[in-house]
C-alpha cells in the first residue's frame, strides 16, 4: 500500500514564522488575521478512518476488563461483548480497594459517570471508556482546581474544549486527578506534602511517579482508569509516563486546543494523553485534536494526520518495517557513560541503528545552551508563595537566588 509521508515534512517554514509573529501580536494587540501556514495539500481533510481503532483483546486481559486497553475494550464493546456500564463499574470497584493508597483522584463522578455509560451505543473507539482528567482541565459544573489555593472553589460553567471533545466522542470522564500545584511539580498538596504515589511501588512514596501530570499517570498504570489527559509545560507528561511506564504524547504547539485549561505558560503549554501504548495514545489524541476557534494557537496548523494508522505497526513479508526512512537525533551526552541507564541507552540506540532505514543523527547543542536558565517556573500558587517552609517555593527560590 502506498503511505504518504507526515503533513509537517513539507510545511512552509518560513510561513509558519510569519504566523506565530501574528499569534504572538494577538495576546498584545487583539485579534488579527492569521497567514496560513502553506502545507502539502490545501484540501479540507475528511473524517479519519478509525477502523484500525479496535484491536482484538489478548486473552489474558479478558478475565479483568480493567486491564483491557482502549483498542481492547472498543474492540468487545463494538462487538456487544462488554458493556460500558460493567467497564465501569470494574473500575470503580478498583478505585474504591485502591485509591486510598494511590491517591490519584481528586474526586471520582460516580453518579456523573454512572449516567453517562447508560447512554445509547456510539460508533466510534471511545464510547464507554472511563477516563481521568487532569484537574486542570475544566469540567462543567465540576470543581476545576489546578490543585491550587488560587482555584479551590472554582466550577467552571464549561468544558475545556478538549474535554468536550472526548466526551462528543462517547468517552465518559471518570474523575479529576491529582497534580502538581499550578501545574508545577509531583501531586503535593498545595502547601507541598506528597500526595499521590508511584503505581508500581505504592508503599514506597519516595519513588517518582512523575509530575505534574501525576495522578493521571498514576490511574491508568494502576488501572483505574482506562486512560487519561495531562498537559506539559516542561516534562508534565513525557515525566510521568516514563516513570511509570506509559505512553505519553506532548504534541505540537496547537494541535489542541488549551480553551478551558487553567495556564501555567501560554507559550509552553501542550495538552496531551497519557495512555497504555501508542495506539491509546493515538486514539485519544485524534479526538481531542483539530482547530478551535477559541484558541488562535490551533489556527492554520495542517490537517491532522491519521495517528491510529501511524500507531498501527506495519508488516513486509511477515516482517515489520518502517513507513518511510527516518532520520533520528541524538544530543550530546544520551547515551555516554557506564551506569545502568547509559548501558541502557546505548543498547536501545544499537537496537534502533539495525533497523533498516533508520539513520542515527548527532543533533549538537546550540552555542552557550548552557546559559539558558532552567524550565522551572518561578511563582507558586500556595499560601506560603517565597517561603521555604513550602518545598516548592524553596527550590524555587534556590533556583532563582543562584542565577
Known sequence: MTIEQPADLAVDRRAFLVRAAALAAVTTAGAVALPAVAAATGKHQPALDTSNAYVKPRPEALADPTELTVAEAAWLIRERRLRPEDLLEAYLA??????????????????????????????????????????????????????????????????????????????????????????????????????????????????????????????????????????????????????????????TMGRVSLHGIIPLSYTRDHPGTLARDAKDAAIMLTAMAGEDPDDPRTQGLPDVPNLIDAATPVYHRGKLKLRWNTRIGVTPGFATGTSATALARQAYLAKLAAIPGVTLVDVPLPDEWDLLPATRSTTCGCRNAASRSCPTCAVTCAASASR
Do not use: C
Open 94 to 251: 478498583r478505585i474504591a480497594a485502591f485509591d486510598g493508597t494511590y491517591q490519584a483522584f481528586n474526586v471520582v463522578l460516580i453518579d456523573q459517570a454512572r449516567q453517562a455509560a447508560r447512554r445509547r451505543p456510539g460508533r466510534g473507539p471511545l464510547h464507554g471508556i472511563p477516563l481521568a482528567i487532569k484537574d486542570n482541565y475544566y469540567t462543567e459544573g465540576v470543581r476545576t482546581t489546578a490543585n491550587s489555593y488560587l482555584f479551590q472553589d472554582f466550577v467552571p460553567p464549561f468544558d475545556a474544549t478538549a474535554v468536550a471533545k472526548l466526551k462528543a466522542a462517547g468517552a465518559i470522564v471518570l474523575g479529576k486527578t491529582q497534580m502538581g500545584p499550578l501545574a508545577t511539580t509531583r501531586a503535593t498538596t498545595p502547601d507541598g506534602v506528597v500526595t499521590t504515589v508511584n503505581a508500581w511501588t505504592p508503599t514506597n512514596p519516595n519513588t517518582d511517579p512523575g509530575g505534574s501530570s501525576t495522578g493521571t499517570a498514576t490511574a491508568v498504570a494502576g488501572r483505574m482508569a482506562t486512560a487519561g489527559t495531562g498537559t506539559q509545560t516542561g516534562g508534565s507528561i513525557t515525566a510521568p509516563s516514563n516513570a511509570q511506564n506509559l505512553t505519553g504524547i506532548k504534541p
